[in-house]
């Protein structure tokens, strides 16, 4: 599998453009940017979405017109709101020169970062706890689950890992999906592994694996299932105690970059194909069946990242146009708006409290805030989180508990392709920015920018303050 890339050239896609760069040293992977989107053009020497990225060379900063001016924040909020907050900081970097970060997970006082080095790092108070490593594949996509750490690789694998009882700083592998249990069953009675089979016996053989990089991984809400999105434009279903798959869905007609479970047993996935769809779960004695409910969008650029606030049943979409959509439960799902202000792709998303952060190739992450109550649509962004020197490719979000009485805060982890994880202290108090960037389905507004965050130290691989970074 292949791509073909002509140096310090620029692309077009989908009305985006790219910088071009002066210089070249070296073209690496083109995977490290992992952007996929719709391609209407015939494809005949390549069916996987690697040969459609449209990045082939890391952006330079100094390369791009920054989005970032100086503005003041004002809002209407009331005069304790504007005087009893923290402001929005970096807090510092945990940097360790060896690859660009693609996966985070964080639980309790530990952070998992993955790596196209194919290591996962265990960092603990800004200091690294501890590490292990897969024999292949660039970790994608990293989840917790209970004592159980999952990663997904490039190679369509899914590897499963447990800290050793006697030593919580040394982790062991005790698992890989699909596992040899699956490779058996499946060659005895190929017919019937999926009940899914019998409307689609071609793919009765390969059901059980991915034949593509894992993109994306998720649990359901109770926690008993895990969910694999993959380039082969599938998702698959497994359960969390035995590892075994029980099933397999034909999702997409492009490669799938996110899945997300939601409220009300639903799941979401979203495609380079430029759809957001919805599947309803249905547990069925000992087995679980999904079936299609309904499509929430359809555009023409790639959908790359999906986000669920479950306290207010919104769903979040990003797009490799710039752009956020946003559904509302209690609105029948009806889309409630377009939230714009990125200057390039929407790498990743993730909802905590009344915020929403989009992380994105313009190397920027936005803060955004839903009203009280949910419905509305009346998203206001408080602040753009800058510092980072290469796209933000994944986000994590864990409760400050060093907050102040009467002030929700958030401690945000970001990793990016420029091989550094940085941490942030956000407050749902921070005041808006001036001229937001948001649209309605029918209007749109835009302009103003944010004001840009000092930047804090960086902590080495030992925990020590290194350089600024």
Sequence with gaps: MSSKHNKGSSRDVNGQAFTKLKKVETIPDPDIYDI?????????????????????????????????????GTGDTTKDEKTNYSPNILLGSLVREEGHIYSLATSGDLLYTGSDSK?????????????????????????????????????????????????????????TMPNLRDYIRNSIVPSSYFNFTRRNRSSAALGFRH???????ALSEDKRLLYSGSW??????????????????????????????????LVFTGSADGSVKVWRREDQAKETKHFFSQTLLKQDCAVTAIAVDQSATMIYCGSSDGTVNFWERENNMRNGGVLKGH?????????????????????????????????????????????????????????????????????????????????????????????????????????????????????SAQGRISPKK
């Design 36 to 72: 996929t989107y719709v391609d209407i053009s015939p494809s005949e020497d390549s069916s996987s979405p690697l040969s459609k990225s449209p990045w082939s060379v890391q952006v330079d900063p100094s390369a791009v017109d920054s989005p970032y001016h100086s503005a003041k």
């Design 119 to 175: 290591n996962i790092r265990v960092w603990k108070n800004n200091v690294e706890f501890s590490s292990f490593k897969s024999n292949s594949g660039l970790v994608k996509a990293i989840v917790l689950a209970g004592d159980k750490i999952f990663t997904g690789h490039q190679d369509g694998k899914i590897r499963v890992w447990k800290a050793s009882s006697k030593d919580s700083n040394v982790h062991r592998r005790v698992g």
């Design 211 to 217: 034949l593509d990089a894992i993109s994306c991984l």
């Design 232 to 265: 082969d434009k599938t998702f698959k279903v497994w359960r969390v105690s035995d590892l075994r798959c029980l099933e397999s869905v034909s999702a997409h007609e492009d490669a799938v970059n996110a899945v997300v479970s939601g409220f009300d047993g």
């Design 343 to 459: 200057k390039l792709a929407v790498l990743c998303l993730v909802a905590a409290g009344n915020l929403m952060f989009s992380g994105s190739a313009d190397l920027g992450i936005r803060v955004w805030r839903r009203p009280e109550g949910g419905c509305g649509g009346e998203h206001v962004c408080l602040s753009i989180l800058t510092g980072h020197a290469g796209p933000v490719k994944c986000l994590a979000v864990e409760r400050d508990q060093e907050s102040a009485t009467g002030e929700r805060r958030w401690i945000v982890y970001s990793g990016s392709l420029d091989r550094s994880v940085k941490m942030w202290r956000v407050s749902e108090r921070s005041p808006p920015m001036v001229n937001q960037e948001f649209r309605l389905p029918d209007q749109l507004s835009s302009g103003g920018g944010p004001s840009e965050l000092s930047v804090a130290p960086s902590f």
